[in-house]
């Protein structure tokens, strides 16, 4: 037995955040991109990772990889780059660095649930503003919450996760100058960058507050687990001296540098996957009983009534998708589906045709 007085309570009420087993199944769970690393680059990418220095600690601020991320997403010289043992390290690492005694995390809901998860891991009360019932900002409620709470930092993934949605331009603007006045920092999580019209990369140098977040795991490089913060020194370098040494390995720093030579190679990917986001979708939309939201993810997110049945239906059937319904009240009888490929979006809508008539 484990003494009540050891582990914090908060702790003691979670759950460990759930990975459902794939084996077997077509994964549309987790929008990952569903197309391996390009073939004709794969031997190439294997005698760059075969001249790791696999008995010696990686390099500890990695340059080489940073430099590579600063050419292939056109990073202003003026911004800064800190990385991660993927996007949640970095959550983690801006959490812990904010988490003065009282002080608090916002976020809109529903949104990606590390950040409330993280919040309660680091002692940060957290807050959640609901999203309008057609899942765009409410912007006035923001507004009202940071002046009323006076969030230490906020976080917004632009598009959403899991609604898929980008949010206003000009909401967005209103947000990070209200909390500027409120002293507070506001993070941008652009995690689906590559499938949106979106982005604040060339705007978060002329905010004094605000930082963005990026990672490579929608790309193709989910197994890779690199994130990054995008923003000033000032603001970085108090993140990093929370960042664990070496926590970049030496094997995802070869591997996401020859794929960051290749850019081009995963943007193709990314933009493959988009054409099939907008035939999914149109076929999503035409079968009875099922309301696809519009999405500028590598995601849907559809409503369906009996949303368990259906989602039962398509783990029989060997189809994994997400059950978002129970996440959130606005995500009531909800499904998200992640993008796979042609022939697996084709499996994915005959097998829901085939639930729903169930």
């Given at each position: 037995?484990?003494?009540?007085?050891?582990?914090?309570?908060?702790?003691?009420?979670?759950?460990?955040?759930?990975?459902?087993?794939?084996?077997?199944?077509?994964?549309?769970?987790?929008?990952?991109n569903?197309?391996?690393?390009p073939?004709?680059?794969?031997?190439?990418?294997?005698?760059?990772?075969?001249?790791?220095?696999?008995?010696?600690?990686?390099?500890?601020?990695?340059?080489?990889?940073?430099?590579?991320?600063?050419?292939?997403?056109?990073?202003?010289a003026?911004?800064?780059?800190?990385?991660?043992?993927?996007?949640?390290?970095?959550i983690q690492?801006?959490?812990?660095?904010?988490?003065?005694?009282?002080?608090?995390?916002?976020?809109?809901?529903?949104?990606f649930?590390?950040?409330?998860?993280?919040?309660?891991?680091?002692?940060?009360?957290?807050?959640?503003?609901?999203?309008?019932?057609?899942?765009s900002?409410h912007?006035?409620?923001?507004?009202?919450?940071?002046?009323?709470?006076?969030?230490?930092?906020?976080?917004?993934?632009?598009?959403?996760?899991?609604?898929?949605?980008?949010?206003?331009?000009?909401?967005?603007?209103?947000?990070?100058?209200?909390?500027?006045?409120?002293?507070?920092?506001?993070?941008?999580?652009?995690?689906?960058?590559?499938?949106?019209?979106?982005?604040?990369?060339?705007?978060i140098?002329q905010?004094?507050?605000?930082?963005?977040m990026?990672?490579?795991?929608?790309?193709?490089?989910?197994?890779?687990?690199?994130?990054?913060?995008?923003?000033?020194r000032e603001?970085?370098?108090?993140?990093?001296?929370?960042?664990?040494?070496?926590?970049?390995?030496?094997?995802?720093?070869?591997?996401?540098?020859?794929?960051?030579?290749?850019?081009?190679?995963?943007?193709?990917?990314?933009?493959?996957?988009?054409?099939?986001?907008?035939?999914?979708?149109?076929?999503?939309?035409?079968?009875?009983?099922?309301?696809?939201?519009?999405?500028?993810?590598?995601?849907?997110?559809?409503?369906?009534?009996?949303?368990?049945?259906?989602?039962?239906?398509?783990?029989?059937?060997?189809?994994?998708?997400?059950?978002?319904?129970?996440?959130?009240?606005?995500?009531?009888?909800?499904?998200?589906?992640?993008?796979?490929?042609?022939?697996?979006?084709?499996?994915?809508i005959?097998?829901?045709?085939?639930?729903?008539?169930?």
């Amino acid at each position: 037995m484990i003494p009540p007085d050891i582990i914090r309570p908060e702790i003691a009420a979670l759950s460990a955040y759930p990975v459902q087993s794939a084996s077997g199944f077509i994964k549309l769970d987790a929008m990952e991109n569903p197309y391996a690393f390009p073939a004709m680059l794969q031997a190439r990418l294997l005698a760059r990772l075969s001249e790791a220095s696999l008995n010696r600690y990686p390099s500890a601020d990695a340059p080489e990889l940073k430099a590579a991320i600063r050419q292939a997403m056109s990073i202003p010289a003026e911004l800064d780059i800190l990385l991660g043992n993927g996007s949640d390290e970095i959550i983690q690492l801006i959490a812990l660095a904010c988490a003065r005694p009282g002080a608090s995390l916002l976020s809109v809901e529903p949104a990606f649930v590390m950040f409330k998860m993280i919040a309660k891991f680091c002692g940060l009360k957290y807050v959640g503003v609901p999203l309008k019932t057609d899942f765009s900002i409410h912007i006035e409620a923001m507004i009202a919450a940071i002046e009323r709470d006076q969030p230490a930092v906020t976080f917004i993934a632009n598009p959403n996760n899991p609604t898929g949605n980008c949010f206003d331009r000009t909401s967005l603007h209103r947000l990070i100058t209200t909390a500027e006045k409120n002293h507070g920092l506001v993070v941008i999580d652009e995690a689906y960058f590559a499938f949106s019209r979106e982005s604040f990369l060339r705007d978060i140098a002329q905010y004094p507050n605000a930082v963005l977040m990026r990672t490579v795991s929608k790309l193709g490089l989910a197994g890779v687990r690199l994130g990054m913060l995008i923003g000033r020194r000032e603001w970085l370098q108090e993140f990093d001296k929370l960042r664990l040494p070496y926590n970049i390995n030496c094997l995802t720093q070869a591997a996401a540098i020859f794929a960051l030579e290749h850019y081009d190679a995963l943007l193709l990917q990314a933009e493959s996957i988009k054409q099939e986001r907008s035939r999914l979708t149109t076929m999503l939309k035409q079968i009875a009983g099922l309301q696809p939201f519009p999405s500028d993810a590598n995601f849907i997110l559809v409503r369906v009534a009996a949303a368990d049945k259906i989602f039962n239906a398509l783990l029989s059937r060997k189809i994994l998708v997400k059950h978002t319904s129970k996440s959130h009240p606005l995500m009531a009888n909800t499904l998200r589906l992640t993008v796979g490929t042609p022939a697996e979006n084709d499996a994915m809508i005959s097998a829901l045709k085939y639930s729903i008539s169930l």
